[in-house]
């Protein structure tokens, strides 16, 4: 792993537009140096805004480092650019897990299958959410008495998604805006108080008109969702951060692509003194 990690950064040094970065901050990751291995993605992506395996990347990195907001915003990225990305999509889907949103998953891995209808790795997701759980049976001692739960039955067509605003803005990130339309309108329906979500739908609606609007997160209590624009995405910032995040540690922007190729180089060296 050491070998390629030096020939990936002679690639990257000679020359720093290189996709190379993928592979070295990829090896870094599975060594660990997850700190090294976001720095490589960073000045990656830097380089080359509109790539999106760059971003998919930076997702997987993050969510192994446990921030699970930048890792979702990174994955959102990556599907702005390319919507059918398979590594953005089934991310992103294992983020959702992670925080427990089954059915969130569920519809993005479903979106993922459509594009990538013979994909072994989601094919694989899908059923494993779909096979019975018969721990949730499972009753304490203590609550014996109670009555049984009654036992989970599968219906013979998908069921349709709690409405979260993450999920409308998974919608809308696909382009599929009436449908995100209405799952704001089902917000409303069981909030009618919901200010945020009453503005994100008006925006949508315009949109729908022809008018461009800028889509951003809807609610500020749901975690980071796919945040585009209809124009100028790839002028934004490279992974926004929400603001309890804790600032990147050893951040790109914080040190000139100079200094960063000088200390590649010196991992070169070290590199063929370890090889040597």
């Known amino acids: 792993m050491i070998g390629k990690i030096g020939s990936y950064l002679q690639i990257v040094a000679k020359d720093p537009s290189s996709t190379a ?63 059918q990305s398979q590594s953005a999509l089934v991310g992103l889907a294992r983020l959702h897990l992670i925080r427990g949103q089954r059915d969130l998953a569920r519809n993005i891995l479903q979106q993922a299958e459509g594009f ?22 499972i009753k304490q001692s203590s609550q014996a008495q109670e009555p049984p739960p009654k036992k989970e039955v599968l219906p ?27 799952v704001y309108e089902d917000i409303l329906h069981q909030n009618p108080e919901n200010a945020k979500a009453r503005e994100r739908l008006l925006q949508l609606q315009e ?11 809807a609610t500020a209590d749901e975690p980071a969702t796919l945040v585009v624009t209809q124009q100028a995405a790839a002028e934004e910032d490279l992974l926004e951060t929400t603001p309890t995040s804790p600032p990147l540690q ?11 190729l000088q200390r590649w180089l010196t991992a070169i060296k070290q590199g063929r003194a370890n090889v040597q």
Do not use: C, N
């Open 156 to 182: 013979s067509e998908p069921a349709e998604p709690i409405p979260t605003a993450t999920l409308a803005e998974i919608y809308a990130q696909q382009g599929l805006l009436d449908k995100a339309v209405r």
């Open 250 to 260: 050893g951040a790109i922007e914080d040190q000139p692509p100079l200094a960063v």
């Open 116 to 137: 990538h209808p013979d994909d072994e790795k989601i094919a694989d997701m899908l059923v494993a959410l779909d096979l019975p759980r018969p721990w949730k049976d």
């Open 21 to 83: 970065f993928v592979p070295l901050a990829e090896a870094y990751r599975q060594i660990g140096l997850l700190d090294d291995a976001l720095e490589a993605a960073r000045l990656g992506t830097k380089m080359l805004p509109h790539f999106s395996p760059g971003f998919s990347t930076m997702g997987r990195i993050l969510g192994q480092m446990g921030r699970i907001d930048e890792a979702m915003s990174a994955y959102a990225r990556a599907l702005s650019i390319d919507r």
């Open 207 to 217: 949109s729908l008109g022809g008018k461009p609007v800028l889509l951003t997160a």
